[in-house]
T-cell receptor, first 112, second 115 residues
């Protein structure tokens, strides 16, 4: 079993829809939670960064973390065609060995 | 502030050759990490360098190596290339001061094709 499991998609939604992207994890040592967006042939771009359970909002994006269930989500409101990309969750432990462990990514297409 | 830069952006090599990829971090960032991204395995951590020292290493064979220079620039080397080494190689930098804020910022990657 992988440390981080991400819904594989692909996901296709109409413009204006609410999108929900999810990851589950098994390692309780993960303390920091990130969502990256990656456009085709580009490097990942940091979207959201949280280090506690609860919700964090930034514009149309909301990151949700439930440490008790080991479940994280990214919600995109009023989705736009420009949101079409691959979304990767990334988790990080605390301490000296703080490398990122990525989910496999969900490919999202927002249709105009 | 300029982002992470990687050179070259595209590279074609044949099996058995070796390759060196370069990464310049964001100014002031002292940590550089390397990742391999493939459709089958996703993003996998290769290694991280900080102050010219490797501080963390992923589960890759010894053919994959790296180094960091005093100006924080980093290079990654892959020797005896195999077809399976075809991938997007990503470099990421971070300041590495406060673990609550020192997130990683990625470069555009070098796409390596091994024929």
């Amino acid at each position: 079993q992988k440390e981080v499991e991400q819904d594989p998609g692909p996901l296709s939604v109409p413009e204006g829809a609410i999108v929900s992207l999810n990851c589950t994890y098994s390692n309780s040592a993960f303390q920091y939670f990130m969502w990256y967006r990656q456009y085709s042939r580009k490097g990942p771009e940091l979207l959201m960064y949280t280090y506690s359970s609860g919700n964090k909002e930034d514009g149309r994006f909301t990151a949700q973390v439930d440490k008790s269930s080991k479940y994280i989500s990214l919600f995109i409101r009023d989705s736009q065609p420009s949101d079409s990309a691959t979304y990767l969750c990334a988790l990080q432990t605390s301490g000296s060995a703080r490398q990122l462990t990525f989910g496999s990514g969900t490919q999202l297409t927002v249709l105009p | 502030k300029a982002g992470v830069t990687q050179t070259p952006r595209y590279l074609i090599k044949t099996r058995g050759q070796q390759v060196t990829l370069s990464c310049s971090p964001i100014s002031g960032h002292r940590s550089v990490s390397w990742y391999q991204q493939t459709p089958g395995q996703g993003l996998q951590f290769l290694f991280e360098y900080f102050s010219e020292t490797q501080r963390n290493k992923g589960n890759f064979p010894g053919r994959f190596s790296g180094r960091q220079f005093s100006n924080s620039r980093s290079e990654m080397n892959v020797s005896t290339l195999e077809l399976g080494d075809s991938a997007l190689y990503l470099c990421a930098s971070r300041f590495l001061r406060d673990q609550r804020t020192d997130t990683q910022y990625f470069g555009p990657g070098t796409r390596l094709t091994v024929l």
